[in-house]
Protein backbone atom coordinates (compact mmCIF):
# COMPACT_ATOMS: atom_id res chain seq x y z
CA UNK A 1 0.00 0.00 0.00
CA UNK A 2 1.23 3.82 -0.41
CA UNK A 3 -0.32 6.44 1.05
CA UNK A 4 -0.21 9.79 -1.14
CA UNK A 5 -1.27 13.25 0.59
CA UNK A 6 -1.06 16.18 -2.12
CA UNK A 7 -0.67 19.80 -0.52
CA UNK A 8 0.30 23.47 -2.24
CA UNK A 9 -2.97 23.92 -4.50
CA UNK A 10 -4.92 27.16 -3.63
CA UNK A 11 -5.89 30.40 -5.72
CA UNK A 12 -3.56 32.32 -7.88
CA UNK A 13 -4.45 34.69 -10.59
CA UNK A 14 -3.56 34.31 -14.75
CA UNK A 15 -0.10 34.29 -15.04
CA UNK A 16 0.99 33.10 -11.41
CA UNK A 17 2.86 30.21 -10.37
CA UNK A 18 1.91 27.70 -7.66
CA UNK A 19 4.04 24.07 -6.63
CA UNK A 20 2.24 20.85 -5.31
CA UNK A 21 3.96 18.29 -3.48
CA UNK A 22 2.60 14.64 -2.92
CA UNK A 23 4.22 13.16 -0.14
CA UNK A 24 4.02 9.14 -0.28
CA UNK A 25 4.06 7.16 2.47
CA UNK A 26 4.15 2.72 2.67
CA UNK A 27 5.53 0.93 0.54
CA UNK A 28 9.37 2.26 -0.87
CA UNK A 29 8.77 5.45 -2.58
CA UNK A 30 11.34 4.86 -5.07
CA UNK A 31 9.54 1.82 -6.78
CA UNK A 32 6.73 3.70 -8.05
CA UNK A 33 6.54 6.10 -11.12
CA UNK A 34 4.44 8.95 -10.07
CA UNK A 35 1.61 10.88 -12.02
CA UNK A 36 -0.24 14.31 -11.62
CA UNK A 37 -3.28 14.44 -12.85
CA UNK A 38 -6.24 16.85 -12.65
CA UNK A 39 -10.34 17.11 -13.00
CA UNK A 40 -11.53 20.20 -14.13
CA UNK A 41 -15.00 20.97 -12.86
CA UNK A 42 -18.04 19.40 -15.25
CA UNK A 43 -15.36 17.03 -16.69
CA UNK A 44 -13.21 13.78 -17.13
CA UNK A 45 -10.43 13.47 -15.23
CA UNK A 46 -7.07 13.81 -16.89
CA UNK A 47 -3.65 13.17 -17.66
CA UNK A 48 -0.92 16.21 -16.62
CA UNK A 49 2.78 14.73 -16.25
CA UNK A 50 4.58 11.44 -15.21
CA UNK A 51 8.14 10.74 -13.99
CA UNK A 52 9.95 7.63 -13.68
CA UNK A 53 10.76 6.04 -10.83
CA UNK A 54 14.64 7.56 -11.40
CA UNK A 55 13.53 10.95 -12.54
CA UNK A 56 15.19 10.82 -15.53
CA UNK A 57 11.95 10.03 -18.07
CA UNK A 58 9.13 12.46 -17.92
CA UNK A 59 5.82 12.96 -19.92
CA UNK A 60 3.56 16.12 -20.29
CA UNK A 61 -0.03 16.32 -21.72
CA UNK A 62 0.31 19.01 -24.52
CA UNK A 63 -1.45 21.67 -22.53
CA UNK A 64 0.88 22.26 -19.77
CA UNK A 65 4.09 21.45 -21.75
CA UNK A 66 6.53 24.36 -21.43
CA UNK A 67 4.36 25.94 -18.38
CA UNK A 68 4.70 22.77 -15.60
CA UNK A 69 8.07 20.73 -14.51
CA UNK A 70 7.52 17.62 -12.58
CA UNK A 71 10.15 16.34 -10.57
CA UNK A 72 10.71 13.72 -7.41
CA UNK A 73 12.93 13.73 -4.65
CA UNK A 74 13.03 10.04 -3.60
CA UNK A 75 15.15 10.81 -0.10
CA UNK A 76 12.04 12.66 0.65
CA UNK A 77 9.34 10.54 -0.78
CA UNK A 78 7.94 13.54 -2.27
CA UNK A 79 6.76 14.51 -5.91
CA UNK A 80 6.49 17.75 -6.81
CA UNK A 81 4.71 19.72 -9.48
CA UNK A 82 5.81 22.98 -10.67
CA UNK A 83 3.25 25.15 -12.56
CA UNK A 84 3.97 28.59 -14.66
CA UNK A 85 2.04 30.59 -16.55
CA UNK A 86 -1.28 29.40 -15.03
CA UNK A 87 -4.53 30.17 -16.72
CA UNK A 88 -8.20 29.96 -15.74
CA UNK A 89 -8.25 26.77 -17.88
CA UNK A 90 -5.96 25.33 -15.26
CA UNK A 91 -8.53 24.97 -12.82
CA UNK A 92 -9.10 21.62 -11.33
CA UNK A 93 -8.70 19.43 -8.10
CA UNK A 94 -5.12 17.82 -9.17
CA UNK A 95 -4.27 14.64 -8.07
CA UNK A 96 -0.70 12.77 -7.74
CA UNK A 97 -0.61 8.71 -8.47
CA UNK A 98 1.58 6.20 -7.89
CA UNK A 99 2.48 3.06 -10.49
CA UNK A 100 4.51 -0.06 -9.18
CA UNK A 101 6.90 -0.10 -12.14
CA UNK A 102 9.79 -2.51 -12.68
CA UNK A 103 11.70 -0.78 -15.27
CA UNK A 104 13.64 2.29 -13.19
CA UNK A 105 12.78 4.59 -16.88
CA UNK A 106 9.56 3.63 -18.25
CA UNK A 107 6.00 5.92 -17.58
CA UNK A 108 3.48 4.03 -16.91
CA UNK A 109 -0.09 3.88 -18.64
CA UNK A 110 -2.51 5.11 -17.01
CA UNK A 111 -4.27 2.13 -16.01
CA UNK A 112 -0.98 0.91 -14.54
CA UNK A 113 -1.68 3.77 -11.64
CA UNK A 114 -3.11 1.81 -8.07
CA UNK A 115 -2.45 4.60 -5.66
CA UNK A 116 -4.37 7.98 -5.71
CA UNK A 117 -4.28 10.72 -3.43
CA UNK A 118 -7.38 12.78 -2.16
CA UNK A 119 -6.31 15.94 -5.00
CA UNK A 120 -5.99 19.50 -4.02
CA UNK A 121 -7.83 22.81 -5.48
CA UNK A 122 -6.24 24.83 -7.85
CA UNK A 123 -8.32 27.60 -8.95
CA UNK A 124 -6.77 30.33 -11.55
CA UNK A 125 -8.58 33.59 -11.68
CA UNK A 126 -8.63 35.72 -14.92
Known amino acids: QVQLVESGGGLVQAGGSLRLSCAAS????????MGWFRRPPGKEREFVAAISRNGINTNYADSVKGRFTISRDNAKNTVYLQMNSLKPEDTAVYSC???????????????????WGQGTQVTVSS
Open 26 to 33: GRTFSTNA
Open 97 to 115: AAAEIVAYSRIPREYEYAY
